[in-house]
């Protein structure tokens, strides 16, 4: 018998990050409204397509979930199956079982993959375009580091959480005389610190592309103290590094029998910077995963929904085995060949670091 | 006596836009601390430079003020010192005063003017710049309607404030089935309706550049109601327009012997779909200039932090008579004499109107 | 056969309220994970009841509806079963088919009812509880104007709402000398208007239990120039009144030849202060129902969350026919009986009138 | 010659809370508009009156600071006039300084004192009365411990904090499954944490007052899986302690030569549950200062306002000596003699407690 409308299946990889409910709202609506095709969604990433766990997609099961953070469809971390981890005679070995989820995929009836995730995922998406799949990917990361995009959604709304907390920070800082750190998202790139230490007023900006050495720090504390300000906020990435391997008390801890989690960079600068500055209180937040949830920011929420909408115009034009993207003001599209592991750190000679710069704050180098 | 730093003069006119005070702190501290400049603000725009009335901008005066709303210069509106009213014997005439704004900046020693302003202020700055003056534009509208640049600051606050009075409303219509209207700013152009609406899951989007025919809406509410949708969402802008005068009880208002102002539009379009949904009752909600005001968004204090920047960097390569935009996400320029008088609608055939088209939401055409 | 778990049923009644969902959730939970009782909801109010719509409470369906505004049960205004509007012969009359429900509730099996829902809704609950069925009541009503109870949940939310829409207005009335009218909701009880202009910062105060002199207003915006502040903040409760009738100019309006609505109170005194006060622009923003949805405040939830808890515990005890409420801090319970008709207006000579009074807030009077 | 107006003279001390401002704003207002006070405000709290470094407080000076976090008078911690550390001859030693105090209030000609701060302060508050001067204390804590009054002002800011970084967790935990762990100040009393617990949807909740059992977590997080909720929320006060020593991993960094902090019982607890639960990751966040800053909530507006205009009232009735508080809704005070000392801690019966167990939360006992 003919089919006569398309199908296409959604499924969410990776980590949290707002604006996957909006993409799903948007794919699902312009899919059924504009073109009539019939959506499914796979649970809990690559692993749903394996275990060929899907629901159906509809106006209603994607009704009221477009500022929502999170994914209706779940996620999964690290699933990959070109290489996964499955039971073979009672031991755990790892395979590559792509072909049982091209087999669901074809079982199913599915004309289309749409993959909303970062680089890991849609390096498998890439993988399933390769075995002749009909792939869409959408590309998420919170911390906007994908070379192939200008802006990925959900970092607008981590920056924002971020700010928010750097306003609250200030008050206290101003009026107890405080250090205040506050360690934010950003294990390889820098870009939520860099933006959110703009936005929040930021004295310093530690961030993993410009290595930092702790008496420079130290130095931009006593400068502000010459100006009167008695107080210094610090927006540090998780991943900022010290130039000179200066983190000497902390490391007695990582020196431990043990593996142990400090809870992040900045209870390690904390102490650090105890030990040098006199006559402050230091005091640290780690903002961790309030960062990637709760309500999407509006310019996420416009983002995703356009990235949505173009996924199914790709789709319905069977431009196979593209990404969408931003460029400048302009969604387009870009080969899943081209982008993957292709990241884009913050150059510290771009203009936004300039900017920083040029109202003052330090980068600790 | 040989001068030997430069003095800079700010001003903010028109209407009040989040990131005013970050673009003033942005343009002080580098001037300041990139360049050794003088800053002085004069107060209540035009005017204030027509009375001489200036504040020394200082670290400071600008400390703390990033994240405000308002302008710590505070502004005047529809001040032109080209055609300005004075007292001359004893009678209010239109006079050009401009002459005199040059004398002031003379004798206080100004070198270059920084305007903050929509576009009349800037065209007086350019006219000071067509009378030698040195002059540097920062583009300032929350309405986003300038064509010589791609995002205004100020346009996101106010689209984010627009967007959670959507949310908020959202709750209620669903659980009452209410028809509910929001009123946004925009009078000519509809941007803030048409991003609000779609980051704030609107049924309906009124916008100037799209008139409306009040049985389109009542259609769309029908539709939603086959599908069990039992309430909707109209975002409607100031200036939406009516396609065939359909609005027709409300005209006795208008044709009363008095002006009348009816708090806006949405107040109207209440009266007018009354009588033709049964079955719902309707509410309107005005925000009026709750939307210019409170704390600026993040994405808002970045743009200005760097137009602020940008303008600093084209006084120190006194390349004066232009004003600061954004390109894409690239930090720009362009000449005083182009961009005036230049607005940049909503395209009704733009990629943004056929998105929210695409998602299902209709203008009501 | 033997019933051996009890059966309640919830229904919400009147306007929209944030809390409601709370309510219900700590209901549900409390009754299934502490007493086993079986729990159902009926839709759209008592309506519901009548038509004997319903659906299962279940932990699942509460989940997550803890901080959502809005009602997962719907609600309906203004439906009394004891005088309802029913078709018979062709003809639409009104009745008593408090029978019906009654019915419906035997043959549910349902042993008690639980009402959520302000005076008019709750004076039905008393009906019932006269009928013989097993009432609980939980009081909603964001005006905050019970006398039995010293706090109602949604109360909190929308002063909060309010509150910032005032901070909001704050930046721009000081930099741009405007004068600001916001419009709260408070029909007949001005507690909204009162909190929120004490914690927004208002100049005037407007609420229907002090009536207004317009000559004071102006006085009082006078004064503050004289004090070198140029701006005045002005929140007024839907219901204010003038004391002499000095609303004039509106008056026209409101003799049209058709009823026509002018957006509130707030338009028609910005039409009446503009005449009076010169050398101000004057703007007003209607609130609406943006103070009745969106996320329930924290304080909000936890009252919510008592109420619930407590009418399950007033279930388990059998006393029934009573109302939960919140005497100072302590949650306790009143019958039915005692609460209906009496409200809690604001007292022009209670501490908070006083409060508001010694830090220099005018209430135009 | 003699003196016709009183003067008084404010401090602040101890650690940030959210309200200060909106305190130290309704006394000077009240003080002035009502009674023609003279206000002064000594900086630093104890060490500025030691040090006789004062301010004016004026209308202007206590302008625009109500919403504000922070103190416009700074603070100081531990500053204890009855045991100050001196200089003398050469060496620092501890001393006491209050006659110099007593002498500064003389020579100022300060007729009362008014003392903003928690039990450390209220106790120097209390010594100064003792020594024969004028003192009115406003209680000040944001873990709402102070036994004399029932709510303090900053408790709700701090609780809405936290309540709205619990809710921006559930999306994560919920779509990625995960284990969420927040902490939330509270070193002695758990209250922060029970509210935000109750208001945020948590699963567990960790206080100082109901020591915890792991394995009883571990239990709550099986239960839940059971009822297909893969995920759990954890909300921990700083203090919260095991039952019976069951962290024992996290022991080897206590037991480090050197000092170390490791961010929190939030970082220890997330090591011990790691080992015990498997397939879920555990993830934390330590919100640490942002509960003590940024905007006060509209409640604590409210609450610091009154505060502030009861104090004036106190010195204006000339009852020195005591403390303002809140009894159930009404403004009161207490003799200093008998607050200082006495904390009320949660009780493990308390109705709010069992309001929590009620709706299925649990306290890992």
Redesign the interface.
């Known amino acids: 018998m003919a089919k006569n409308t398309k199908k296409i299946a959604l499924l969410t990889g990776g980590?949290?990050c707002p604006g996957?409910n909006a993409v799903i709202?948007?794919v699902t609506?312009?899919a059924i409204?504009?073109y009539g095709y019939e959506v499914i969604g796979y649970k809990f990433g690559y692993r749903g397509l394996y275990n060929n766990e899907s629901i159906p997609l509809t106006?209603d099961t994607v009704s009221?979930i477009?500022?929502?953070?999170?994914?209706?469809?779940?996620?999964s971390?690290k699933d990959n199956l070109f290489d996964y981890l499955v039971e073979e005679n009672g031991k755990m070995v790892k395979k590559d079982v792509s072909d049982v989820a091209v087999e669901n995929l074809k079982k199913e009836g599915v004309d289309t993959l749409v993959v909303i995730g970062g680089d890991g995922t849609l390096t498998s998406a890439r993988d399933f375009a390769r075995k002749g799949i009909n792939v869409i990917g959408v590309p998420k990361t919170i911390d906007n580091d994908l070379a192939a995009t200008?802006?990925t959604f959900g970092f607008?709304s981590a920056?924002?959480?971020a700010?928010?907390?750097l306003?609250?920070?200030?008050?206290?800082?101003?009026?107890?005389?405080?250090i205040?750190l506050l360690e934010v998202m950003g294990r390889n790139a820098g870009w939520i610190a860099l933006?959110?230490g703009?936005?929040g007023?930021a004295d310093v900006i530690l961030i993993p592309e410009i290595p930092y050495d702790l008496n420079k720090i130290v130095e931009k504390i006593g400068e502000r103290e010459k100006?009167g300000k008695l107080f210094s906020i610090i927006v540090v990435a998780e991943g900022a590094k010290s130039k000179n391997g200066d983190v000497v008390?902390?490391k007695?801890?990582e020196d431990?029998?043990?593996p142990?989690?400090?809870?992040?960079i900045?209870?390690k600068l904390?102490?650090d910077l105890e030990r040098l500055v006199k006559d402050h209180?230091i005091?640290?937040?780690?903002?961790?995963?309030?960062q990637?949830?709760?309500?999407t920011?509006?310019?996420d929420?416009?983002l995703s929904?356009?990235y949505?909408?173009a996924a199914?115009e790709l789709i319905a034009q069977e431009k196979f085995g593209n990404m969408v993207c931003l460029?400048?003001?302009?969604?387009s599209y870009e080969s899943l060949e081209n982008v993957i592991g292709h990241t884009k750190d913050v150059d510290p000679n771009s203009?936004?670091v300039?900017?920083a710069r040029?109202?003052?704050i330090s980068f600790g180098d």
Do not use: C
């Open positions: 980590g949290d996957l709202r948007a609506r312009t409204l504009q106006l009221g477009l500022h929502k953070g999170g994914t209706i469809l779940y996620s971390n200008d802006v607008n920056v924002s959480v700010t928010e907390a306003d609250r920070l200030h008050t206290t800082a101003e009026s107890h005389h405080r205040m933006e959110s703009i936005a007023s100006e008390i902390s007695i801890v431990s029998p043990d142990i989690r400090l809870g992040g900045a209870n904390a102490l209180e005091r640290s937040t780690v903002l961790g995963h309030t990637r949830g709760g309500n920011s509006t310019y929420r416009i929904t356009r949505g909408v199914v460029k400048g003001d302009t969604i203009e936004l300039k900017v040029s109202i003052g």
